[in-house]
């Protein structure tokens, strides 16, 4: 199974500034024939589901605020969101769709400092 | 609209069982693969199970093989997942999601696009 470690496990950031949340995959997710990192990011804020922000790790979802950008190749990703709003606490999950199980991370609790 | 509508949680006692259901509308819904996850109280997310847009494969995460049976009816645009001797462990919110999108042997995705907002199953005595 790949096995998705997700840095920091929270995270404390002021309204206005970066915050960077990472994710280690304990193997590639490149798939070589396409050249796409099968790595989506997903946020779930406080009683709600999930919601897709950002897959082949850099493609932002549809609707989603270009203050959310992902970055990386191969095992390690990040999510940015370059100017942090209050409507961004939540959790901060990525996910790797490369082979099954199709593996989370344990998450990232972000919060306004 | 674009929505997963999921049901069927509840109370049910350890070694029991309990069949949800998510009813999709607003797409194709024979044109996608459609996968479970579950949310323990106050934990991550795990995913579950997957089943082909045409429901010819099915795979299962290792904790619920062989308890969990994932279907589909694409006549009338609906997901199942039948779960056999619950444990205490399997109690979570169960979300259905929608995975990749195919026609024919042509298939694009495989990221969750789509979320319901889930359904609340509870294994207690």
């Known amino acids: 199974d790949i096995v998705l470690t997700q840095s920091p496990d929270s995270l404390a950031v002021s309204l206005g500034e970066r915050a960077t949340i990472n994710c280690k995959s304990s193997q590639s997710v490149l798939y070589s024939s396409n050249n796409k990192n099968y790595l989506g990011w997903y946020q779930q804020r406080p009683g709600q589901p999930p919601r897709l922000l950002i897959y082949w790790a850099s493609t932002r979802e549809s609707g989603v605020p270009d203050r959310f950008s992902g970055s990386g190749s191969g095992t390690d990703f990040t999510l940015t969101i370059s100017s942090l709003q209050a409507e961004d606490v939540a959790v901060y999950y990525c996910q790797q769709y490369y082979s099954s199980p199709y593996t989370f991370g344990q998450g990232t609790n972000l919060e306004i400092k | 609209e674009v929505q997963l509508v999921e049901s069927g949680g509840g109370l049910v006692q350890p070694g029991g069982s309990l069949r949800l259901s998510c009813a999709a509308s607003g797409f194709t819904f024979s044109d996608y693969w459609m996968h479970w996850v579950r949310q323990a109280p106050g934990k991550g997310l795990m995913w579950v199970s997957r089943?082909?847009?045409?429901?010819?494969?099915?795979i299962y995460a290792d904790s619920v093989k062989g308890r969990f049976t994932i279907s589909r009816d694409n006549a009338k645009n609906t997901l199942y997942l039948q779960m056999n001797s619950l444990r205490d462990e399997d109690t979570a919110l169960y979300y259905c999601?929608?995975?990749?999108?195919?026609?024919?042997?042509?298939?694009?995705?495989?990221?969750?696009?789509?979320w319901g907002r889930g359904t609340l199953v509870t294994v207690s005595s």
């Open positions: 999601a929608r995975g990749q999108h195919c026609i024919g042997s042509s298939c694009s995705g495989g990221y969750f696009d789509l």
């Open positions: 089943i082909y847009n045409d429901g010819i494969s099915t």
